[in-house]
């Protein structure tokens, strides 16, 4: 899942960048938001501090300004009477430290009785409270409260506002021993601006409010009431008597303003830009790196000018190759490959032309092998060639044989044809070598010994092999002619049938009449031709003639049916069974004249290609007989699986089923099987009467063998028949 990402990543490092770049905004966005929260609770707390020292300073100013009344009190209560001189003294005093103080008022039996200073105040000497309605609903409050109370800021009649405290005066606890009233008059903005109301809160709204006398609504009576919003931090100011309450707000909000915004943002684009530009550059480097490290490989393991495996990769495939062949004990050939006379064509046409020729033969060799056979350059003009699955020397000498033939044809370069020959050298394995190194040597070593030899030649590194080799190969061009020359001959068998002692069918068997080596036996050149691939034509040819002669015996009233021996190679070609049904077609056999003789061991591992062909002939109505039956893998299990008609008992068995129990034991379970499961049973090498006796005893269907006759030629064959149907 990770690689799969990692993958497309690496192909589209744009994409890439560009997913960075949107995650980045993203947590550049949530980081502004947070930050901003953040900012805003700092702004509040910050603001709250100050806001409290704020309130305390206030309170301190207004509790010093009305301690001038506290000691006024305690001057009267210690004196019982009060000097004139001496309480002008102490206003004078306290004005002095503290100018917020603007006159001070005393008023023995609620009456004014004294003001300091005097200036501007003299309208209130002697006035009564208690005839002052405006002021006499304070007055009493402050009585009732027993304590001073503040009021205020209030207009005043000569101009400005003020806080007016008052503090009764009563001569003990009794309710009725209240002596007077002092009243203190303070310049409100002064005591503002001492307690710093106007410093230190920049950007900041602040507003202060109060309920007076008893109401329940609040009055702001410094700065504006919008300042009083749920986002405002506050604190209460308690005054003497009262409570007031004080707010601070930003001008513009406690959110961190647009500009910082905007500053954020830039600073979070430049930020994920370069991010992404980083991941950009990072993903298209490593994808430069995979890339070569992906070259780097390929370069490793292939060839530059041809595009072929070199030494180190094919040295590991080759190791394969041998893993593999062990396991299953099959062949494979090794060529090395030398071109003759190279260096003349270098020095005769130049390198370019050199390079070019290397690249064609190169590429003529990958058309002549299978796909999965092996090629490489191991060095300038030297060539391997693994192929696999060789059935035999043979085999890879007729291929080699072809290739030669192939790599030796001109090669069209730069407006000419040129033609090179090549020196071959052979080594089987397992036969030549069981390492790799040992077959590459043995190889080369062949290939030098065919350059010894003249150059331009094939050369098998065993020398016996090299002999069995040469003589099978002879025996395959020899068969190729026999055929084109008329050598062969087909010769017949008649089968019994031993229920009516008929002779409805025959075994066609070959015959070689070889010019020097007279007749020859298909023991002898039936396993070359199947090795050699030979066994194709020759079946073909064996088939037509088949074909041929029954349509002869046809037109002469004869009615045989024939089997034909079937190798497991001639099933390899694709179209082997459309052609053989062609072949039928054109003599005008039908399928049902003909049994195919198969050997059990194409049932069993046959490819799965061959068996279909098998199943395709049979659907067309040829039967198809085991051959040679027990001498093999006798599957006597399997055979209810098997798409046969007839079963024949190896001669073997017959031959000693007079003498040997177990063979006459297996003989009879074969019959026995073959009845149960519908199979028609044929016994061959009869050669006895007794022998005849215990088959027809057993239920055996059918019977071939000398004692019947021999395997003889058409004319004989057709005498035959002719007087069998007299
Ligand atoms: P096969 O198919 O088992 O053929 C029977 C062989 O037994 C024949 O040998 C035949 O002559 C021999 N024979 C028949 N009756 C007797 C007998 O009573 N006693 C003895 N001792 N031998 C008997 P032949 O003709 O030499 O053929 C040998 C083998 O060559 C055949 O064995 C078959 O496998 C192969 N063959 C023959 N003709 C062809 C052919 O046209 N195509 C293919 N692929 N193989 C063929
Ligand atoms: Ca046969
Ligand atoms: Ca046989």
């Not at 704020?54 to 301190?60: I, M, S, V």
């Not at 035999?392 to 291929?399: F, H, K, P």
């Not at 071959?424 to 190889?443: C, E, H, I, K, S």
Request: glycine share 8%; net charge negative.
């Amino acid at each position: 899942m990770f690689k799969h990402f990692l993958l497309i990543f690496t192909n589209r490092p744009s994409a890439f960048a560009l997913v960075i770049l949107g995650l980045l905004f993203s947590i550049v966005g949530l980081f502004i938001q947070y930050e901003f929260e953040r900012t805003a609770e700092k702004a509040k707390q910050d603001a709250q501090i100050k806001l409290l020292t704020l309130a305390a300073r206030l309170e301190g100013e207004i509790h010093t300004d009305t301690m001038v009344l506290r000691a006024l009190e305690a001057t009267i209560l210690l004196h019982d009477h009060y000097d004139h001189a001496e309480i002008t003294s102490m206003i004078s005093h306290y004005q002095k430290t503290r100018p917020s103080i603007r006159h001070v008022a005393l008023a023995p039996d609620l009456k004014i009785d004294l003001i300091h200073p005097m200036k501007g105040n003299e309208a209130a000497m002697g006035l009564d409270y208690r005839k002052v309605p405006a002021q006499w609903a304070a007055v009493q409050k402050a009585i009732e409260n027993r304590d001073m109370m503040v009021v205020g800021p209030i207009n005043l009649v000569q101009g400005g506002t003020a806080l007016v405290a008052r503090l009764p005066v009563f001569l003990n606890d009794s309710s009725d021993s209240l002596w007077g009233i002092l009243t203190g008059v303070f310049h409100d903005q002064i005591l503002f601006e001492r307690a710093g109301l106007n410093k230190g809160f920049d950007g900041f709204d602040i507003a202060i409010r109060n309920k007076n006398n008893g109401s329940q609504d609040w009055k702001v009576f410094y700065g504006s009431g919008s300042t009083f919003t749920e986002n405002a931090v506050t604190t209460r100011i308690t005054v003497p008597g009262g409570e007031w309450q004080i707010a601070a707000m930003p001008s513009g909000g406690w959110q961190a303003n647009d500009e910082q915004a905007i500053k954020f943002w830039l600073i979070g684009i430049v930020v994920s830009v370069l991010f992404s530009l980083a991941a950009y550059f990072i993903v298209t480097n490593y994808r430069e790196k995979l890339l070569a490290i992906q070259t780097a490989n390929h370069r490793a393991n292939y060839d530059v000018l041809t595009g072929l495996s070199n030494r180190y990769h094919f040295s590991q495939l080759l190791d394969q190759a041998i893993q593999d062949h062990q396991r299953y004990q099959h062949q494979f050939a090794v060529f090395y490959l030398d071109m003759d006379y190279f260096k003349e064509v270098n020095d005769e046409w130049g390198h370019h032309v050199g390079d070019e020729l290397l690249c064609l033969f190169a590429e003529r060799m990958k058309q002549n092998v299978r796909s999965d056979d092996l090629i490489a350059r191991i060095a300038g003009d030297e060539f391997i060639i693994v192929l696999k699955n060789m059935g035999s020397g043979a085999e890879s000498e007729i291929l080699a044989e072809k290739l030669k033939k192939e790599l030796g044809e001109p090669y069209y370069i730069n407006g000419q044809y040129l033609s090179v020959t090549h020196s071959l050298g052979v080594a089987m394995f397992p036969d030549d070598g069981l390492t790799m190194d040992m077959l590459l040597q043995n190889a080369d070593r062949a290939m030098y010994q065919a350059k010894r030899d003249g150059k331009n030649r094939i050369t098998f590194f065993n020398n016996e092999l090299n002999k069995e080799v040469q003589r099978h190969v002879q025996v395959h061009n020899d068969i190729l002619k026999g055929i084109i020359e008329g050598q062969f001959e087909l010769f017949f068998q008649p089968i019994m049938d031993l229920n009516s002692g008929g002779m409805p069918k025959c075994e066609a068997l070959i015959r070689w009449n070889h010019p020097e080596k007279g007749l020859i036996s298909p023991f002898h050149f039936i396993p070359v031709a199947e090795q050699t691939g030979a066994i194709v034509a020759l079946g073909n040819w064996v088939l037509e003639e088949c074909c041929h002669l029954l349509s002869r015996m046809k037109d002469q009233g004869l009615e045989i049916n024939i089997s034909l021996n079937r190798s497991v190679a001639e099933f390899q070609p694709n179209d082997a069974d459309s052609n053989w049904m062609d072949v039928l077609n054109h003599f005008g056999i039908g399928p049902e004249e003909l049994v195919f003789e198969i050997t059990e061991s194409l049932l069993m591992d046959g490819a799965e290609s061959q068996l279909d062909k098998i199943h395709r002939l049979r659907d067309k109505g040829i039967a198809f007989s085991i051959d040679d039956f027990g001498t093999g893998y006798s599957a006597i299990n399997y055979l209810r699986n098997y798409p046969v008609d007839y079963l024949k008992i190896d001669r073997s068995f017959i031959k000693d089923i007079l003498v040997d129990d177990q063979d006459r034991t297996l003989v009879e379970v074969i019959i026995k099987m073959g009845q149960t499961l519908g199979i028609k049973v044929v016994a061959e090498g009869v050669e006895e009467e007794a022998q005849l006796d215990m088959l027809k005893q057993f239920g055996c269907d059918y019977v071939q063998g000398y004692l019947l006759g021999k395997p003889m030629p058409y004319d004989q064959f057709v005498e035959l028949l002719k007087l069998g149907s007299k």
